[in-house]
């Protein structure tokens, strides 16, 4: 990541401030800047703190904090966004890795698939992620505050507190939407 | 659920989740008290506040994104990332292989940008790799094509690894690529053509790849369409061990890096790399871009083993390696003819036998995609090297054992090739270069290869032209434009009736030959050499069509031609003796058969020593001869010599060496060795299969032989099949009065006499002895066999009287025919006497 590319991040990320802004667009936009980055990134986190314990997404999501945003030119505020940006890329992430993965075992016919062992095992992990994500954005269509929960703290690792700033709601909010959520996703898991 | 009624329901949850017992559902009570549905769907939601799903827990993904995360490429986990590698700042990983790691990294000198840089692994003399690569610099510099990412620099890390940076590529590994875009095969084609038009570009500035596999042929799609670069150009040679280009070894003998996409000279060490190492390589990507398998399978990084694998097998048709599933059929049906002899003749093991350039190969590609025929032909025919087919000896004998009475009956087609045909008009041409004939020579030799030359699109029936055709062509042709030349156009029926044998087309061959005859006794006088030659010929073509007595007529006046004009230290001499031989023997003359084997071979072992081929045939020869005579334990000696310096001299499949291991198959069979015999068949069968994927004699032959040995097992529904089988290969190649369709005849008798089905049994071994009296006349032993197995049959039937009176039959023909202490007469007259014997009891 050059410091050119860093700054433009950080520009964007400094857009939802003004007047306005289109926040989609912007968060879409910065997700599609930061997803590729975050892989190698993740990765490379991941190799470093193999011996001994496993990766915090927390961790992972800091790390691409330092990494994409110039932290001197942000507010606390623009922090709280780009968690969120972050918690996304990781979902998606996850989902991506999750279809490719299956699809791949359900084989196209044509090429032999290698894949690592150690993930290659169980194919009910891949249908979760799956399943998860698509309950969630059935759940976002009637509650998206506390679809949006659930995605900071599953995807992104933050805590009740952390997502409280993020979502700027009192922590007494988020353990209302985080306690309705896993009652929602509950039902909505084991019925399917 | 509507955002009204969900919001009510989610404030009801989160007030009763606190409250326990009758609390609970006092409240319940109030807030759903006039709507029943309120409180179903709220006491459905509530049991899940203590049971969520695990995958909610904190932490509980962490793990999965790891796994996510940690599908790296090669499936290897490198050392930790380090800050900076020479003047280039580390960014991430980009992947791994055997070689080393490539990482992104950013170059800010001259320009910033960012660029892949290939760190090779701790081992390799980083002076040398350095030092090659600086020698390639010029030449690198000079390639510019975008199907090529520049390799910009190398030098060696803090620690001495040497690393070289490249043009940072987007994109996925070729095979990838087809698969996710599902690409159909035209697309997988015209992207292919766009990696051989780089590949090329290379060629031509003087550099060669050397390790062209998937993961260097990376794919992306730009402004629309897929769009090939090849990584790592100029890198195999710089991190080669040694100058001379042998593969880098561990001390354990084990081969570093990807053996299936290593060429033969590059496993055997040879150090003979050229332009063509790619070609092969590009023929193993092109397999596993069309079939998703690769031509060879490696289980093992031992270089032995790779180079045993490279040098004794030939890779299966791409079409017959689609691996079940959906489109199967369709693809195997898309890929069969042109596209498997494209991908096969780049994957040849001699160099010189590939396509010349890639150049040629992506024509070919073209031509395929744009329906015109290919120059890409089967393995048996090529053109370039001048040489006609392939050797084609096809010498098939075996024991044929009818289990009932240990009669071994000798099947042999008798070896003579095109390919001799080929090497005599070669030493014939120079024998005549200075003579009137030279320009005899010159004529068939440009007849010849304007035959063989692509003929253009309007003249082929369909894309792609059959060997058949070709020669059929040919042979009108030497009739319509060479009927003011004779002399020329016998030569050329002579050839051409070779070719046509060769092949196993004996009708065909036959004609030719006797045409060529007629010409050149007209044209030469009768005592000419090439007359000798032509009858030497037409003697084994009349020996494989069954018509022994012809055949020995024609090989004995060839031989005396030979003899007077050549002397007798020549090599079509004592090709003759071999051949008449054969047919003597199959006529059932052996003591005239064995010296002119014995002859023979001494001729070849003055020629050309132990060590050829020629003096191997001879030696088996003798072998099967002995094994006829029933010396069974002389037989497997000489064929154990005969074997080993075959295998020596052939290390893929062979005509000489696929019979060879059929006579010992059937001599072992003979010795009741039958788990060792059943391997060797079927060893020989396979050699067949991949020399005549279009059918031969000698698969009927081996196929009968398997089929034998299976029935002495007891497994007599694969001896029925495998008999069958045979029977059916032999009628349709050979016609149904030829002596061999009489021996499958009366194997499949002496099957269903020892099963025990006794109508089946008798209807075939009449059936039998009518296909014997034909083939060979009423006199002969073979005949006589199958009277013997007849009365067998009917012996066993309860008919002692029919019985007797066949054995009598087989009796007088053998006392005539075979020494006296031949086993068959011996057994004959044992079975006669314990008939007798029955008889009188019964009386």
């Given amino acids: ?192 | 659920m509507d955002p009204k009624r969900y919001t009510r329901v989610k404030e009801i949850l989160l007030a009763v989740r606190t409250l326990h017992g009758e609390a609970r559902h006092q409240y319940l009570d109030n807030a759903c008290s006039d709507d029943p549905d309120l409180r179903r769907e709220v006491e459905s939601l509530l049991p899940h506040d203590t049971t969520a799903p695990a995958i909610l827990d904190e932490g509980a993904l962490e793990e999965r994104i790891e796994g996510a995360l940690a599908h790296a490429p090669e499936g290897m986990v490198p050392p930790p990332l380090p800050d900076s590698i020479g003047p280039y700042r580390i960014l991430g990983v980009l992947g791994e292989g055997g070689m080393g790691v490539v990482y992104e990294a950013e170059q800010t000198e001259p320009i910033r940008r960012k660029v892949a840089l290939k760190l090779i692994r701790r081992g390799l003399d980083t002076d040398r790799v350095v030092a090659r690569f600086d020698t390639e610099r010029q030449a690198l510099a000079r390639m510019d094509h975008p199907g090529i990412a520049r390799v910009l620099d190398a030098g060696a890390d803090s620690s001495g690894r040497p690393f070289f940076v490249m043009e940072l590529v987007d994109g996925v590994p070729i095979t990838e690529f087809c698969r996710s875009e599902n690409l159909d095969v035209p697309a997988r084609l015209r992207l292919f053509r766009l990696v051989c038009q780089a590949v090329e570009h290379a060629h031509r500035k003087g550099i060669i790849h050397r390790d062209l596999k998937p993961s260097n042929v990376m794919v992306s799609t730009r402004e629309g369409s897929p769009s090939p670069k090849i990584i790592d150009f100029g890198i195999a040679k710089a991190t080669n061990q040694s100058s001379t280009d042998e593969p880098a070894l561990t001390q354990e003998g084990h081969l570093i890096g990807t053996p299936e996409y290593m060429s033969p000279e590059q496993a055997d060490g040879s150090g003979n790399v050229d332009t063509r190492t790619d070609v092969y390589s590009l023929g193993v990507l092109l397999f596993e871009v069309l079939t998703g398998e690769m031509p060879y399978h490696f289980d093992t990084h031992r270089y032995s083993e790779i180079q045993r694998v490279l040098r004794e097998t030939v890779p299966q048709r791409p079409s017959q390696c689609v691996p079940d599933g959906p489109g199967a059929d369709r693809l195997r049906k898309q890929l069969s003819g042109d596209l498997d002899n494209i991908v096969l003749m780049a994957l040849r093991r001699e160099a010189d036998r590939r396509y010349r350039s890639v150049e040629r190969m992506e024509d070919d590609l073209r031509r395929h995609l744009e329906g015109q025929p290919v120059t890409a032909r089967k393995d048996t025919w090529t053109y370039r090297t001048g040489k006609f087919v392939q050797r084609n000896r096809t010498g098939v004998a075996a024991g044929g054992v009818i289990a009932a009475l240990l009669i071994a009956f000798a099947f042999t087609l008798a070896r003579k090739s095109a390919e001799v045909v080929v090497e005599r008009d070669r030493a014939v041409a120079a024998e005549r270069v200075a003579s009137a004939e030279a320009e005899t020579a010159r004529q068939v030799s440009d007849f010849l290869a304007n035959l063989f030359e692509l003929s253009s699109p309007g003249e082929t029936h369909g894309n792609s032209v059959t060997a058949r055709e070709i020669l059929d062509r040919g042979a009108e042709r030497v009739d319509e434009e060479l009927a003011d030349q004779p002399v020329v156009r016998g030569h050329l029926l002579y050839t051409l009736g070779g070719v046509y044998h060769g092949l196993g087309i004996y009708d065909k061959s036959e004609e030719m030959l006797r045409n060529a005859l007629e010409l050149q006794r007209d044209e030469l006088g009768p005592r000419h050499a090439d007359v000798g030659r032509t009858l030497s010929l037409l003697c084994t073509v009349l020996h494989d069509t069954g018509e022994y007595d012809q055949s020995v007529e024609a090989g004995r006046e060839g031989l005396a031609i030979l003899r007077e004009s050549l002397g007798t230290q020549n090599r079509d001499v004592a090709l003759t003796m071999s051949g008449l031989a054969v047919s003597l023997q199959s006529s059932g003359n052996l003591e005239e058969a064995e010296p002119l084997f014995r002859e023979a071979a001494d001729i070849f072992l003055e020629l050309d020593g132990p060590e050829s081929d020629d003096f191997a045939w001879c030696t088996m020869s003798l072998g099967y001869l002995l094994h006829a005579k029933g010396d069974d334990e002389s037989a497997v000696g000489l064929y154990e010599t005969a074997l080993a310096t075959q295998r020596r001299l052939f290390p893929q499949a062979h005509p000489d060496l696929a019979a060879t291991i059929n006579h010992l198959g059937g001599v072992r069979m003979s010795l009741g060795e039958l788990d060792v015999a059943e391997p060797l068949f079927r060893e020989s069968l396979e050699m067949y299969h991949t020399l005549y994927p279009d059918g031969h004699a000698a698969l009927g032959v081996v196929l009968h032989n398997l089929g034998v040995a299976q029935q002495r097992q007891g497994r007599y529904e694969d001896a029925e099949t495998s008999l069958k089988e045979s029977l059916a290969v032999n009628r349709r190649i050979l016609g149904n009065d030829h002596p061999y369709v009489a021996f499958g005849r009366a194997s499949l008798g002496s099957l269903f006499l020892e099963a025990g089905r006794m109508q089946d049994a008798e209807r075939e071994l009449r059936e039998a002895v009518a296909t014997a009296q034909l083939a060979f006349g009423e006199d002969h032993p073979r005949t006589g066999s199958a009277w013997l197995i007849l009365g067998s049959a009917l012996r066993d039937m309860g008919r002692p009287g029919e019985a007797r009176e066949a054995w009598n039959r087989a009796l007088a023909i053998q006392s005539a025919a075979l020494p006296e202490d031949h086993p068959d007469r011996l057994a004959v007259r044992d079975s006669l006497a314990t008939l007798s014997e029955a008889i009188d009891a019964a009386h």
């Fill in chain 1, 1 to 192: 990541m050059s410091e050119s590319d860093r700054s433009d991040f950080t520009k964007i990320l400094l857009q939802m401030n003004d007047e306005g802004a289109d926040k989609p667009e912007i968060t879409h936009k910065l997700l599609e800047a930061m997803y590729p980055d975050l892989r190698i990134l993740a990765q490379n986190l991941m190799r470093r703190e193999r011996r001994g314990h496993t990766l915090q997404p927390t961790a992972l999501v800091h790390e691409a904090y330092v990494k994409l945003v110039d932290d001197a030119r942000v507010e606390w505020q623009d922090r709280a966004q780009f968690m969120g940006i972050a918690a996304r890329a990781m979902r998606q992430l996850l989902v991506d890795h999750a279809r490719r993965h299956s699809a791949a075992k359900r084989g196209g016919g044509l090429q032999r698939v290698t894949l690592d062992d150690s993930f290659g095992n169980d194919m009910a992990q891949e249908f979760e992620i799956m399943a998860l994500h698509d309950a969630l954005r059935k759940f976002a269509q009637m509650d998206e505050r506390a679809a949006k929960v659930v995605e900071l703290k599953v995807f992104g690792g933050l805590k009740i507190q952390e997502i409280a700033h993020v979502l700027d709601v009192s922590k007494r909010t988020v353990d209302g939407d985080w306690a309705m959520a896993r009652m929602w996703l509950g039902r909505e898991l084991r019925e399917q």
